[in-house]
């Protein structure tokens, strides 16, 4: 069931809250145990073979994590170790059958010429966010830092429906003591701060993203046949699906929070307007912030401390700030970095352009890393840096992401070569038919610079660089929701991010007649552009 749908909007989620708040007047527990099978429904809707086939792995992390609380005392034994391990590889093992058996027979027929063939497996919805939730659960409580828990706490935690399909990725620890401290009665700021957050989430995605979609699609579709495409289509296919991305999973995200809150829950953030980012290290701290704190953790934390420590051991040097040498940096920054965002590449999809986007980032990460070190040694002065750095590592921060998502978006490895032909002029400057026709004389001397009219009317085209121009300038200029509602906490521990000196004298969110006003705009215009349902890029993941 797609949040942005009639059967969720109109049926699902009021139902589910209404006789959650009844049920709250008589049982506490039995209003917990309906949001848990009203979330096993909205999970179970759209396939309910999704339910069979995830439910062993609940069930197995379930018993992993109470053998790993009855060692106790021995947590730190080889017994709890060997538990812990047995467990993470269960969940990765049953996350690389179900999504990457596919693309391993592949890999092996490109790579040793098989002719492996694999029947289509079902792929349940949402697994890698679901497993590497439940693997952080595992972590955690071979650690020590959950307490107790029951089965139906447990589950609840697994199915809770507004982050159980694309994330964020939460905690525990984060979750269930909100569930403890719940009174689940009906509280007005709870529920008007989350209809106010799914709303804004809405129109994201609706009236934002999905106009995008079929503009940008067009042209990636024509690249992907095989057809040149000149230098402005090129741009504006990689612009217009970083803005379509962009507002679908900041859409998604609001949903989430706001589904959440009207039961009193506040998820972690998940998206804090990453392209206002000045350095790509920036930009991750903002964009999937959950994935970045599980990988950081769980991932690259762990392999950089082995480095660390093996290096140490050696009798070498470590990461020493601006006094960091070449061997210490590639060793105990580049390589973790490198490890890390192929993990993300491959958890994003089984392909090789995820892996190259992984790469890709992987080296833009490590390339900002070492201009930090060598800044710190030539920049003495931060203001001076600040102010002639901060632009510079905007745009550059803006062009990595954009090409990256070329990558993101291209269906085929030559359909993202086709792209980026164009992008860089290889396929030569085009004006649309349309613009051309009224340039007059003017196009002859556009000609002689080799700049030539298209035999394509260029009407979708003028259409995406318009949105591009107007929805760009919305997600670089205007406040974000969680901004515009940071008095009521929005997201768990969130703070605003000061992107600029205005961000304490934008107005904020309050109950009145003027907000209720606006949110009510915003959720009809959402509602009116519902019509088709379209997915959440993310929630193929």
Same mark, same amino acid.
């Not at 995200?253 to 350095?279: E, V, Y």
């Not at 990558?407 to 290889?426: C, D, H, I, K």
């Given at each position: 069931?797609?949040?942005?749908?009639?059967?969720?909007?109109?049926?699902?989620? !009021?139902?589910?809250?209404?006789?959650?708040?009844?049920?709250?007047?008589?049982?506490? =527990?039995?209003? #917990?145990?309906?949001?848990?099978?009203?979330?096993?429904?909205?999970?179970?809707?759209?396939?309910?073979?999704?339910?069979?086939?995830?439910? !062993?792995?609940?069930?197995?992390?379930?018993?992993?994590?109470?053998?790993?609380?009855?060692?106790?005392?021995?947590?730190?034994?080889?017994?709890?170790?060997? $538990?812990?391990?047995?467990? @993470?590889?269960?969940?990765?093992?049953?996350?690389?059958?179900?999504?990457?058996?596919?693309?391993?027979?592949?890999?092996?027929?490109?790579?040793?010429?098989?002719?492996?063939?694999?029947?289509? @497996?079902?792929? !349940?919805?949402?697994?890698?966010?679901?497993?590497?939730?439940?693997?952080?659960?595992?972590?955690?409580?071979?650690?020590?830092?959950?307490?107790?828990?029951?089965?139906?706490?447990?589950?609840?935690?697994?199915?809770?429906?507004?982050?159980?399909?694309?994330?964020? @990725?939460?905690?525990?620890?984060?979750?269930?003591?909100?569930?403890?401290?719940?009174?689940?009665?009906?509280?007005?700021?709870?529920?008007?701060?989350?209809?106010?957050?799914?709303?804004?989430g809405l129109f994201k995605k609706v009236y934002v993203a999905d106009t995008l979609?079929?503009?940008?699609?067009?042209?990636?579709?024509?690249?992907?046949?095989?057809?040149?495409?000149?230098?402005?289509?090129?741009?504006?296919?990689?612009?217009?699906?970083?803005?379509?991305?962009?507002?679908?999973?900041?859409?998604?995200?609001?949903?989430?929070? +706001?589904?959440?809150?009207?039961?009193?829950?506040?998820?972690?953030?998940?998206?804090?307007?990453?392209?206002?980012?000045?350095? /790509?290290?920036?930009?991750?701290?903002?964009?999937?912030?959950? #994935?970045?704190?599980? #990988?950081?953790?769980?991932?690259?934390?762990?392999?950089?401390?082995?480095?660390?420590?093996?290096?140490?051991?050696?009798?070498?040097? =470590?990461?020493?700030?601006?006094?960091?040498?070449?061997?210490?940096?590639?060793?105990?920054?580049?390589?973790?970095?490198?490890?890390?965002? /192929?993990?993300?590449? /491959?958890?994003?999809?089984?392909?090789?352009?995820? /892996?190259?986007?992984?790469?890709?980032?992987?080296?833009?990460?490590?390339?900002?890393?070492?201009?930090?070190?060598?800044?710190?040694?030539?920049?003495?002065?931060?203001?001076?840096?600040?102010?002639?750095?901060?632009?510079?590592?905007?745009?550059?921060? =803006? %062009?990595?992401?954009?090409?990256?998502?070329?990558?993101?978006?291209?269906?085929?490895?030559? =359909?993202?070569?086709? $792209?980026?032909?164009?992008?860089?002029?290889?396929?030569?400057?085009?004006?649309?038919?349309?613009?051309?026709?009224?340039?007059?004389?003017?196009?002859?001397?556009?000609?002689?610079?080799?700049?030539?009219?298209?035999?394509? !009317? +260029?009407?979708?085209?003028?259409?995406?660089?318009?949105?591009?121009?107007?929805?760009?300038?919305?997600?670089? %200029?205007?406040?974000?929701? %969680?901004?515009?509602?940071?008095?009521?906490?929005?997201?768990?521990?969130?703070?605003?991010?000061?992107?600029?000196? %205005?961000?304490?004298?934008?107005?904020?969110?309050?109950?009145?007649?003027?907000?209720?006003?606006?949110?009510? #705009?915003?959720?009809?215009?959402?509602?009116?552009?519902?019509?088709?349902?379209?997915?959440?890029?993310?929630?193929?993941?």
């Amino acid at each position: 069931m797609l949040f942005n749908s009639y059967e969720f909007i109109g049926l699902f989620l !009021p139902i589910t809250a209404v006789v959650f708040f009844l049920i709250c007047r008589t049982s506490r =527990a039995g209003a #917990l145990g309906w949001l848990t099978m009203a979330s096993l429904f909205f999970y179970a809707w759209w396939r309910p073979l999704n339910v069979l086939i995830i439910a !062993p792995s609940i069930a197995v992390n379930f018993f992993v994590a109470r053998r790993l609380q009855a060692l106790g005392a021995r947590q730190a034994s080889g017994q709890a170790k060997a $538990v812990l391990a047995a467990g @993470i590889v269960f969940n990765v093992v049953f996350l690389g059958y179900f999504k990457y058996a596919g693309f391993a027979t592949t890999v092996s027929n490109d790579l040793f010429g098989t002719k492996y063939v694999l029947e289509q @497996i079902v792929l !349940p919805l949402g697994i890698s966010f679901i497993t590497f939730q439940k693997i952080a659960f595992l972590v955690d409580t071979h650690a020590g830092r959950i307490g107790a828990f029951t089965l139906r706490e447990y589950c609840l935690f697994v199915l809770f429906f507004p982050q159980l399909v694309a994330g964020p @990725i939460v905690h525990f620890r984060e979750l269930m003591p909100q569930f403890t401290r719940c009174t689940c009665r009906f509280e007005a700021r709870h529920v008007a701060v989350g209809l106010s957050l799914f709303v804004v989430g809405l129109f994201k995605k609706v009236y934002v993203a999905d106009t995008l979609a079929p503009l940008v699609g067009g042209i990636f579709q024509q690249a992907s046949s095989g057809q040149a495409l000149s230098l402005v289509p090129a741009w504006a296919a990689a612009l217009g699906f970083t803005l379509q991305i962009y507002f679908d999973f900041s859409g998604y995200t609001d949903m989430a929070l +706001g589904a959440a809150r009207i039961f009193g829950i506040t998820l972690p953030p998940n998206f804090d307007s990453p392209l206002k980012s000045s350095s /790509i290290i920036d930009f991750w701290l903002r964009w999937h912030m959950s #994935l970045t704190r599980f #990988l950081t953790a769980y991932v690259y934390n762990p392999l950089a401390l082995a480095l660390t420590r093996r290096r140490l051991a050696a009798g070498k040097k =470590a990461v020493g700030g601006r006094h960091t040498t070449p061997g210490a940096f590639v060793q105990l920054v580049v390589l973790p970095t490198m490890v890390t965002m /192929i993990v993300s590449g /491959i958890w994003h999809g089984a392909g090789y352009l995820f /892996i190259i986007w992984g790469v890709m980032h992987g080296v833009f990460l490590s390339v900002n890393h070492d201009w930090r070190i060598l800044a710190a040694r030539a920049w003495r002065g931060s203001v001076r840096y600040e102010r002639i750095m901060g632009p510079v590592g905007f745009g550059l921060t =803006a %062009l990595s992401v954009v090409v990256s998502m070329v990558v993101f978006r291209a269906p085929t490895v030559s =359909a993202a070569g086709v $792209v980026f032909r164009g992008m860089l002029g290889g396929s030569g400057i085009e004006v649309p038919a349309i613009i051309a026709a009224r340039l007059g004389p003017l196009m002859g001397t556009l000609g002689a610079l080799g700049i030539t009219p298209s035999a394509a !009317p +260029g009407n979708d085209l003028l259409k995406l660089a318009f949105w591009v121009v107007v929805f760009g300038g919305i997600a670089l %200029l205007c406040p974000s929701s %969680l901004q515009l509602l940071r008095r009521d906490e929005p997201a768990l521990a969130w703070r605003a991010n000061p992107d600029t000196s %205005l961000v304490e004298r934008m107005p904020t969110w309050q109950p009145s007649l003027v907000w209720a006003a606006a949110i009510s #705009l915003v959720a009809a215009l959402g509602l009116v552009n519902l019509g088709g349902q379209s997915e959440f890029l993310y929630w193929q993941f």
